[in-house]
């Protein structure tokens, strides 16, 4: 049978979304049907045998949608593989959060759904998308603008999730 894993993404500016679709890509590669969606639109998880979560970091905090979404889908999330990550720019600049703290927020939201992985990728901070306040936020924090987001991590990750997920 063929496996059909969700990747449901949570995102602001659109880079978690492409980094959710780039895991997709993957994970079709190794046979899986796949289906992306924004987490905050996904109403049931019936059909799916597995679920990757990704969100961004804000300001500290890895989106609430997640823990949203998991409060939602408890049930149903205790009974498929789960893998998450989490996007931000503590990768490639550390005085904007430890990727532990990062990683252990996204794992405090789905408890007490275990995930099998989860990681942190860089992101994107897109200098010409941010607001005001957000270019304000990231100069007086001087933190450096543009895409960080590492393709060939990403797929690598993917690659590896099915192993991972039993599937
Ligand atoms: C106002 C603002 C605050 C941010 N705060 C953090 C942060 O605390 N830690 C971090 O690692 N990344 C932080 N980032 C970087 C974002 O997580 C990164 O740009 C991410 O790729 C955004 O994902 P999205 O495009 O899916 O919304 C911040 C970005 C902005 C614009």
Do not use: C
Request: hydrophobic residues 45%; aromatic residues 8%; positive net charge.
């Amino acid at each position: 049978m063929t496996a059909h894993i969700l990747v449901a993404y949570s995102t602001r500016k659109g880079s978690t979304a492409e980094i959710a679709l780039a895991i997709a890509k993957e994970l079709e590669k190794t046979g899986a049907a796949v289906t992306v969606s924004d987490m905050t639109t996904v109403s049931s998880l019936e059909g799916y045998n597995a679920v990757v979560i990704g969100a961004p970091v804000y300001t500290g905090k890895v989106a609430r949608d997640v823990a949203f979404f998991a409060r939602r889908n408890r049930d149903a999330l205790s009974r498929v593989p789960v893998a998450g990550f989490v996007t931000g720019i503590a990768p490639v600049y550390p005085k904007t959060g430890d990727i532990s703290v990062f990683t252990g927020q996204l794992t405090e939201a789905l408890a007490p759904v275990k995930p099998v992985a989860v990681t942190m990728f860089a992101g994107n901070l897109d200098a010409s998308r941010l607001s005001f306040i957000e270019r304000g936020m990231t100069s007086v924090l001087k933190v450096p603008t543009g895409d960080f987001r590492d393709w060939v991590t990403i797929a690598l990750w993917a690659r590896d999730l099915p192993g991972k997920m039993g599937l």
